[in-house]
């Protein structure tokens, strides 16, 4: 069974870098679309961005500017670069995609992460 796998987490200091990726646990299934979400302790999980298949992207406000999500397709993996980090950026981090069956071309929706730990602190 296909399955996202996340990877790219840690600690980090305020004002600093990380750059998560996401990708298919197997390769016959291609990324159609794809979100980050996020989820602090004591939070809803919340959207931070999001690209479709043709390329368009989208920004929750509170990372917009700072975040960029891109995906490339020869990888088959998803980036979420995170710059300038803030303590409030603190969360697990999950990635959800829309998969293409490379060989039905069909599209399966809602493949979660497993999730990945994002620490923003001094």
């Known amino acids: 069974q296909v399955q996202l796998v996340e990877s790219g987490g840690g600690l980090v200091q305020p004002g600093g870098s990380l750059k998560l990726s996401c990708t298919p646990s197997?390769?016959?299934?291609?990324?159609?679309?794809m979100d980050w979400y996020r989820q602090a302790p004591g939070n809803q999980r919340e959207l931070v961005a999001a690209?479709?298949?043709?390329?368009?992207?989208n920004y929750a406000d509170s990372v917009k500017g700072r975040f960029t999500i891109s995906k490339d397709n020869a990888k088959n993996t998803v980036y979420l670069q995170m710059n300038s980090l803030k303590p409030e950026d603190t969360a697990v981090y999950y990635c959800?995609?829309?998969?293409?069956?490379?060989?039905?071309?069909?599209?399966?929706?809602?493949?979660w992460g497993q999730g990945i730990q994002v620490v923003v602190s001094s």
């Open positions: 959800n995609a829309g998969l293409k069956d490379r060989r039905s071309y069909a599209i399966h929706y809602d493949y």
């Open positions: 197997v390769s016959s299934f291609s990324i159609y679309a």
């Open positions: 690209i479709a298949d043709g390329g368009r992207t």
